[in-house]
């Protein structure tokens, strides 16, 4: 089963067979009133500001969540209106979306290590600054080639700007209520973009598409323009250390030949001569990531932090649970239209009670993570998860939105509110503070890798079981579609149990 080219798809940048794309949260408006307005006094840690920043700082770097998740939802509204203005076969279409993938997987990683070197935010401001301009240039794109080109170097740019901005909110506001806080306020950022690159994806596509490009770049100049002012400033790049430039090159070319057999697999075949020989040369880089870093005096990913228990467990954990959330999306919009027959604007006002119930509860949710451990709010928000999957089993040729529809959104929004903010709070907890940019862009590289594996998989079972029906049901497939990503979440459910910190007083906040 493909999917059609002419119908969006209103995840952050799913479809079948492609990597998946997100913001990490994009699963996941403004911050006013995040935080106090004033500085707050802050124990100084080794390298990080002495006070937190107030709100107004809090909100330039929602406000970069919130542009990333439009950018990511109002594209698949698009998708049909390029085609048809462009002239570009389906093949070609996909990548628009699998582009901005393809960098932004494979360059998370460095760009989290750049910004612990060379600057929080020197790199949060570079990244905002290329992104405007790379929306500009794909929206004056003459062809489909160089609107593709535009959208790999702004996944690169997401990939500097995502690890950046987290950085900045977990080295800015300590451990606890006021962290929990401001990163409930990033995920509500991201929620709200999701809903408002849907709508507004829409509504500019009926005048132009390339309007939809062209939508951050107001926002990124608002940004730039305000994180000169509010954000708090780098310290001297003399005092920090050497980009570790072999193992960048390993880990960066082992994410991005795996994302890219990810994506091009279903259109050459899985078992073909060329999808084996990327699936072979990314696992080959990537086995010689941890060797490369075991050598090098100054390593890009410090191999004790990647056998920590509690590293292992969040990033497992987002793993399964984007991975889930990406293919329950791609499954959900491909019943809703070819099942029920619904528009695509009555498909993507389906997902606005997911966004709307995450956006509303993810700022509590953070406070009650600080409150009664990351973990527990972690796992608690993966049986919700699991819940809302297990309901989409109940799906029929003529389900109603009101009984089968809208509970699954619900109950998915507020098992993201719970999980997604606790899940990067897990992700820096105990970690230094000159690591926080590499601890979010793991994080976030696991989210990635996770949305590309699991959608490739159900795309692969859903496809085998219409096969198998001859194609009479048009239902067949989807639900042991369904029961991979129930298990997925439920895998995931058992990693959290390697989730576990000390309090945010912990002596270990910056230990090694």
């Not at 239209?337 to 700022?363: C, I, K, M, R």
């Not at 001859?470 to 991979?484: E, H, N, Q, R, S």
């Amino acid at each position: 089963m493909q999917q059609r080219t002419d119908e969006p798809v209103p995840t952050p940048g799913a479809s079948a067979g492609n990597a998946a794309t997100g913001a990490a949260g994009a699963a996941t408006s403004a911050a006013t009133g995040a935080s106090a307005t004033g500085a707050l006094p802050k124990a100084p840690t080794r390298d990080g500001p002495a006070s937190v920043p107030g709100a107004l700082a809090l909100l330039v770097l929602c406000a970069s969540h919130f542009m990333d998740a439009i950018d990511l939802s109002d594209v698949g509204v698009a998708l049909p209106a390029i085609q048809h203005d462009l002239g570009m076969t389906s093949a070609s279409l996909q990548w628009i979306v699998s582009a901005y993938a393809l960098g932004y997987g494979g360059f998370l990683l460095l760009g989290g290590r750049a910004a612990d070197l060379f600057g929080r935010r020197r790199t949060f401001m570079a990244a905002v600054a290329v992104f405007a301009v790379v929306s500009v240039l794909g929206a004056l794109a003459p062809n489909g080639a160089l609107l593709i080109a535009a959208r790999l170097v702004k996944g690169i740019a997401a990939g500097f700007l995502a690890p950046a901005a987290l950085s900045l909110i977990t080295t800015g506001w300590p451990e606890g209520p006021q962290r929990g806080r401001a990163l409930g306020w990033y995920a509500t950022a991201g929620a709200s973009g999701f809903i408002s690159g849907l709508v507004l994806g829409g509504v500019l596509t009926e005048i132009s598409w390339r309007l939809v490009f062209a939508l951050p770049v107001p926002i990124a100049a608002a940004a730039l323009l305000a994180g000169r002012r509010l954000l708090p400033a780098d310290p001297p790049v003399t005092t920090r250390g050497k980009i570790d430039l072999p193992g960048a090159l390993t880990a960066t070319g082992g994410l991005v030949t795996l994302v890219y057999a990810l994506a091009q697999a279903p259109e050459h075949g899985w078992g073909s001569v060329r999808t084996v020989v990327l699936f072979a040369a990314a696992a080959l880089l990537l086995a010689l990531f941890p060797r490369i870093e075991a050598r090098s005096r100054r390593p890009l990913v410090p191999l004790l932090f990647l056998k920590r228990r509690s590293t292992a467990g969040t990033n497992l954990t987002i793993f399964a649970m984007w991975g889930a959330y990406t293919s329950f999306a791609f499954l959900a919009t491909l019943y809703l239209q070819n099942v029920l027959h619904w528009t695509p604007l009555q498909t993507a006002g389906a997902f606005v009670p997911l966004g709307l119930v995450n956006g509303a509860l993810a700022p509590f949710a953070g406070r009650l993570a600080a409150r009664f451990g990351a973990h527990r709010m972690i796992g608690a928000g993966m049986l919700l998860l699991a819940a809302s999957y297990a309901l989409f089993f109940r799906i029929g040729p003529d389900s109603a939105f009101l009984t089968v529809v809208l509970p699954v959104m619900a109950l998915n929004g507020l098992g993201t509110a719970a999980t997604f903010p606790a899940l990067n709070m897990s992700a820096v907890a105990g970690v230094p503070d000159r690591d926080q940019g590499l601890a979010g862009a793991l994080l976030n590289t696991s989210m990635q890798i996770g949305g590309a594996v699991v959608l490739a998989v159900v795309t692969a079972v859903v496809e085998a079981g219409q096969r198998a029906n001859g194609g009479g049901d048009p239902l067949a497939g989807y639900a042991p579609g369904t029961a991979v990503i129930v298990g997925t979440v439920l895998a995931g459910l058992g990693a959290t149990l390697l989730i576990r910190h000390r309090r945010p007083n912990s002596p270990s906040r910056n230990a090694t």
